[in-house]
């Protein structure tokens, strides 16, 4: 059961565009985590957003938790060619330390 | 440097022959966990361990085992592999107490294909 939907599943854009991932859920999240993949690599933490409502921003990413803490965006503005990967969202599912992942977003910025 | 180590990065195997993915870390963590990556199904979780001698299933643990006999080391064993295991596999570790903000470090993946 895949608790984290993101959407969308690809996303090709050209340099200089801004574009935006989602992760959604029915569940209730104490955080959520944003991670970048590149090619023949494990994913790289991103960032952790904790509060309901919280916006974080790292350089050019913003990155947002829903009120409800059941939800996240990602906000990549003027995107570069090195912003291209699979961006995946992950969170604690359980209170013994189930960790899991959404099936990812792949973004392919073009020079 | 602080890493997680896998080993080796590529296999090639034959279904039936037991087979052993290595994974240490050197941050002293206390959680650790297997992933399997599929095109399309992203990240799933295979097993994880919250210290050691403490191991629970993931979402798919079937056809495969691990131990926790020491902190840095968490191995995963594929006792009778078989074709539907080709995947790529990435073993995580991260301090449990501070997982939810802490995140996971990744090893760089075992990429293994079951023929």
């Known amino acids: 059961t895949q608790l984290l939907e993101q959407s969308p599943q690809f996303l090709s854009i050209q340099e200089g565009e801004n574009l935006t991932v989602y992760c959604n859920s029915s569940?209730?999240?104490?955080?959520l985590q944003w991670y970048r993949q590149e090619p023949g690599e494990g994913p790289v933490l991103l960032v952790t957003?904790?509060?309901?409502?919280e916006v974080k921003k790292l350089k050019r990413l913003t990155f947002q938790f829903g009120d409800a803490r059941k939800d996240s965006s990602l906000h990549i503005t003027a995107a570069q060619p090195g912003d291209t990967g699979l961006y995946l969202c992950?969170?604690?599912?359980?209170?013994?330390?189930?960790?899991?992942f959404g099936a990812g977003t792949q973004v392919v910025v073009t020079p | 440097e602080a890493q997680v180590t896998q080993n080796p990065r590529y296999l090639i195997t034959v279904t039936g022959k037991k087979l052993t993915v290595t994974c240490s870390q050197n941050?002293?963590?206390?959680?650790m966990s297997w992933y399997r990556q599929d095109p399309g199904l992203g990240l799933r979780q295979i097993y994880y361990?919250?210290?050691?001698?403490?191991?629970d299933k993931g979402d798919v643990p079937e056809g495969y085992k691990v131990s926790r006999k020491e902190k840095r080391n968490f191995p995963l064993i594929l006792e009778s592999p078989s074709p539907n295991q080709t995947s790529l596999y990435f073993c995580?570790?991260?301090?449990?107490?501070?997982?939810?903000?802490?995140?996971?470090?990744f090893g760089s993946g075992t990429r293994l294909t079951v023929v």
């Open positions: 995580a570790s991260s301090p449990y107490r501070q997982l939810p903000a802490y995140g996971y470090t």
């Open positions: 569940s209730v999240f104490s955080s």
């Open positions: 957003v904790v509060t309901g409502g």
């Open positions: 992950a969170a604690v599912t359980d209170s013994w330390g189930k960790f899991q």
């Open positions: 941050m002293n963590h206390e959680y």
């Open positions: 361990s919250m210290n050691v001698e403490v191991t």
